[in-house]
């Protein structure tokens, strides 16, 4: 049975598992998102992802909070007053809290940031990096990584031979966060020196470019996730 969230309401209690996949971004849909989260929460419906993430499920919080538990993220904060908690940078990021897709996305110098009415934003330097690299995990297993070689097409991606030392950083950010059952994407960028940071977890229905896999990997994955969501409701 397939439907929106905003029509799942009278099919929950009749289902062993929702798989909540493919809505796009929750923010068009705040109030419907709310409801059915509440619903699954107070009414003990069974989920793939379960909702006990602490990451974009919750919105950018995260970022924050990974900020000043000194995890390897980019540096953020939602106040000027936290300025100098900031790198210097000819130019930072600002965008909304519960945004998603980089909507409401503005790059701006320091006298423009200083300018600007902040409310409800986070904000970040601007980092100069190598690429983006994309971490793909059911449950805690990683099962493919992916890179946008020319940074200036994000979603133009190759497979990324990942290194241990790879898989580390981005199960750092899997083992931080609660959820034991569901899809999870870790997306980093490489600096120039080499270090990863973190840019996004995506923990509550993260595309996936299953297109752009070859054909075993993506035969692996579709096998593994099958496997997740079955051992779920047997």
Known sequence: ML???????????DVDLVIFRNTGPVSEFPDVYDSFVKRVKSNNIKTFNEFCGKA?????????DLTLDNFPVIPTVDSIDQFDLLPESERYVIKPKDGADSIGLEFLTKDELFA???DNMLIQPAIDFEYEVSFYF???TLEYALYAPDKTKRWDLKKYDFTKNDEDFA??????????????????????EGELLLVELEDLNPYLSILELDSETREKFIKDF??????LVE
């Open 56 to 64: 974009d499920m919750c919105g950018k919080q995260y970022l924050l």
């Open 138 to 140: 059911i449950n805690d």
């Open 226 to 231: 099958i496997f997740a969501v079955t051992t």
């Open 3 to 13: 439907c929106n969230p905003k029509n799942s309401e009278s099919f929950e209690s």
């Open 116 to 118: 600007c009415e902040l």
């Open 171 to 192: 199960k750092k950010f899997i083992n931080w966060n609660d959820i034991e059952n569901g899809i999870q994407r870790v997306d980093a960028c490489r600096t120039p």
